[in-house]
């Protein structure tokens, strides 16, 4: 069956460098979204993209999606304490509505 | 305006026993989806709700069931409890039960002993 795919599943990062989590899926998506996990919460949505090659911005952050739609990217740039979290993409997978992926812990060193 | 709410926040039950979690999603939002989250894993998928029928369900055995209210509030039920069904178990509510953006609620930490 389709899975949805991220990797690297940690992260250590200094902070001010920059970070990149990278999401994989064995179909063609429609859509994929994006949330943010802090330790102890629960999953916050950021983004949703739904054409083929699309690039949005959230000050810091840069989303794109795969021109084959089966790929998906997230970076941040120069991270802050802030940043610390899991990040998941999601996108739909047959009967399921939202399928997350295994997510990107992101830890960042003061 | 409030936001997901889930009841309770945490419960502890024995093996075989039978669970009941509740969610109420944020006013104007007509569908309510499930999720399971293990410590250190993804959200897993379980059901979704959308006025009242469902929508979608996932790979988790019968012993899981679902049903959402006329008022849209949405109760999760577990019978038989095993060890493994201890998790966090998510409520997220959306607009639509297309692929509306998610807003999850606090969750239920629900442990099996």
């Known amino acids: 069956g389709q899975q949805v795919m991220q990797i690297p599943q940690y992260q250590h990062v200094q902070e001010g460098e920059d970070f990149t989590t990278y999401c994989n899926s064995s179909?063609?998506?429609?859509?994929i979204q994006w949330y943010k996990q802090r330790p102890g919460g629960h999953p916050v949505f950021l983004i949703q993209?739904?054409?083929?090659?699309e690039v949005k911005k959230q000050k810091r952050l840069t989303f794109q999606f795969g021109e084959a739609k089966k790929n998906s990217s997230l970076h941040i740039t120069a991270t802050q304490t802030t940043d610390v979290g899991t990040y998941f993409c999601a996108g739909p997978r047959g009967n399921e509505k939202l399928t997350f992926g295994t997510g990107t812990r992101l830890t960042i060193i003061p | 305006d409030a936001g997901v709410t889930q009841s309770p926040t945490h419960l502890i039950k024995t093996r075989g026993q039978q669970v009941t979690l509740r969610c109420s999603p944020i006013s104007g939002h007509k569908s309510v989806s499930w999720y399971q989250q293990v410590l250190g894993q993804g959200p897993q998928f379980i059901f979704q709700y959308y006025e009242k029928e469902e929508r979608g369900r996932g790979n988790f055995p019968d012993r899981f069931s679902a049903r959402q209210f006329p008022n849209y509030s949405s109760e999760l039920n577990v019978n038989a409890l095993l060890l493994g069904d201890s998790a966090l178990y998510l409520c997220?509510?959306?607009?639509?039960?297309?692929?509306?953006?998610?807003?999850f609620g606090n969750g239920t930490r629900l442990t099996v002993t």
């Open positions: 997220a509510s959306s607009l639509t039960h297309d692929y509306s953006p998610l807003h």
């Open positions: 179909t063609t998506l429609s859509n």
């Open positions: 993209l739904v054409k083929s090659g």
